[in-house]
């Protein structure tokens, strides 16, 4: 069962603020994020798990409401370089087969 | 860093070869996945293993097959190839469950 990731698309000049967020109707095990830039690979950002912990970047920040299946990545005094698609992947069993929503669009601006 | 590598990185074949996408990686991952990704779409996986002559089919339906015979070599095969085949393939792998996924760059495969 694919996540669903919203909004679709977002645009933010450098220095705002914006959530990205992804819903799953199954009861999950864990979150994943990650960002792909245009012609390269996925790079992960961070993992949410079941019971609270986290593993990933500092200066990334993510939440997951485990009573709604929900996680979100909050992206803080945005800069150029966090233009992307975010991809949040969600498993449930704990065998990292991670479902892939359709991604956030990220575009920073000047 | 992750050391998983991709080879080719672009291939433009025709209807009905046989190809074979290679991936390595140098971590001693034991899990190891393929994914499918059209331009601009989410990732499907097709494949995965959990180590050594251990795989077993993603979600996504596909013709393709894989094989684990070493722990650093995941390879995957289309027997023939069409144009459905046109797709970007990624190989990624994990150190455990709960661990991030390495991608490694792609095989960007057109099939004409």
């Known amino acids: 069962q694919q996540p669903v990731q919203s909004p679709q698309a977002v645009i933010l000049r450098e220095g705002e603020d914006a959530v990205i967020n992804c819903s799953s109707s199954?009861?999950?095990?864990?979150v994943h994020w990650y960002r792909q830039k245009h012609g390269e690979a996925p790079v992960f950002l961070m993992i949410l798990l079941k019971g609270g912990e986290q593993k990933g970047h500092e200066k990334i920040s993510a939440s997951f409401n485990e009573k709604k299946q929900q996680s979100s990545l909050y992206l803080t005094a945005s800069q150029l370089s966090y233009s992307g698609t975010y991809f949040c992947g969600t498993e449930m069993g704990g065998n990292n087969r991670l479902a892939f929503g359709k991604g956030n669009q990220v575009v920073v601006i000047p | 860093e992750a050391d998983i590598y991709q080879t080719p990185r672009y291939l433009v074949i025709g209807t009905g070869k046989k190809i074979t996408l290679e991936c390595s990686q140098t971590?001693?991952?034991?899990?190891m996945y393929w994914y499918q990704q059209d331009p601009g779409m989410e990732l499907h996986l097709i494949h995965y293993s959990y180590g050594v002559n251990s795989t077993e089919k993603g979600d996504l339906s596909s013709e393709s097959t894989v094989s684990r015979i070493r722990t650093e070599h995941f390879p995957l095969t289309l027997e023939s190839a069409r144009p459905s085949h046109t797709s970007q393939y990624l190989c990624a792998s994990s150190e455990s469950g709960d661990s991030p996924l390495h991608f490694g760059n792609g095989t960007r495969l057109t099939v004409t």
């Open positions: 199954k009861a999950l095990y864990s």
């Open positions: 971590m001693g991952h034991d899990k």
